[in-house]
């Protein structure tokens, strides 16, 4: 989505928080919404979305994984209600460790065994990607001149949340309604 040869429309919001940590020192506790546009289009993605990112920097040893692990199951079980959630290893370029945050899918969820029997929305594997997460990178306090901390931070898509939350089986159908009025 370039505008121009030298224009790019926003891939993610992490830009706002690397702009807060070089005006503000720690502790810091931010989130950052914001429209997004990627190269995506199928049934959990869309060209533009709306995204949430949240960055925690604090004090050395205060901001650890299991404590961002916490925060997060927590948080997936208040929007979903009674789901499971599992952390995949992954990659991003200014956090290690990272995960992808799935939790089992609610389109196929059987209600008795709690398992996920697999369906289209989920490519038939019982689990759906819902954000992505990871401890701030120690390369990336050294460039904002911060010593001595830790951080978190963590990505969601709005859309996303709206698709699962109603049970609407394709993300794009939000886009049609869009259109269509």
């Not at 020192?25 to 049934?43: E, N």
């Not at 001149?145 to 159908?173: C, P, T, W």
Request: charged letters at 25%; aromatic letters at 12%.
């Amino acid at each position: 989505f370039y505008m121009n040869d030298a224009t790019l429309l926003r891939t993610h919001t992490s830009t706002v928080q690397i702009r807060t940590m070089l005006k503000e020192k720690p502790p810091i506790r931010m989130i950052s919404p914001g429209a997004v546009f990627r190269r995506d289009y199928d049934l959990t993605h869309t060209p533009m979305f709306h995204q949430v990112e949240g960055l925690l920097v604090d004090k050395e040893g205060k901001a650890s994984f299991a404590n961002l692990k916490f925060i997060l199951e927590d948080f997936l079980k208040y929007m979903f209600g009674d789901i499971e959630v599992r952390f995949r290893p992954s990659f991003f370029p200014f956090t290690e460790p990272s995960a992808e945050v799935d939790i089992s899918c609610i389109f196929c969820n059987d209600e008795k065994t709690k398992k996920s029997s697999g369906c289209r929305v989920c490519s038939h594997t019982g689990w759906l990607e819902v954000l992505g997460c990871g401890i701030v990178d120690e390369n990336v306090f050294k460039a904002v001149n911060y010593e001595k901390v830790s951080g978190y931070v963590f990505g969601l898509g709005v859309e996303r949340f709206a698709m699962l939350i109603h049970k609407v089986g394709d993300l794009r159908s939000f886009l049609r309604v869009i259109y269509d009025c």
